[in-house]
Nanobody, 125 residues
């Protein structure tokens, strides 16, 4: 069992930066793939980025490549999402998610078993 709590969302102007954090509880956190998803009003939840349990492999959505960076600190049970050069289209609720490592780094919500409550990111133009 893994419990996730996101923080760090807020309102920022276009071109600005935010850093999201995801605090995880559970003894097996380090054995989980971690992902960030986002959901804008009226849209489906979409994959943003994922990272394997050792951090060796990451996968980014094309829309955030070169602007967002995921990292994890297994000793602290934390996952981070550094978001730079934010755009209005990045506005959404951002969710942290966890999946067993054996399942592989997936890009669909169905691949993930555990979810945080979400944190709102709003980018003004």
């Amino acid at each position: 069992q893994v419990q996730l709590v996101e923080s760090g969302g807020g309102l920022v102007q276009a071109g600005g930066s935010l850093r999201l954090s995801c605090a995880a509880s559970g003894r097996t956190f380090s054995r989980h793939i971690m992902g960030w998803f986002r959901q804008a009003p009226g849209k489906e939840r979409e994959f943003v980025v994922g990272i394997t349990w050792k951090g060796a492999t990451t996968d980014y959505a094309d829309s955030v490549k070169g602007r967002f960076t995921i990292s994890r600190d297994n000793a602290k049970n934390m996952v981070y999402l550094q978001m730079n050069n934010l755009k209005p289209e990045d506005t959404a609720v951002y969710y942290c998610a966890a999946a067993p490592s054996l399942r592989g780094l997936g890009v669909t919500p169905e691949n993930y078993d555990y979810w945080g409550q979400g944190t709102q990111v709003t980018v003004s133009s």
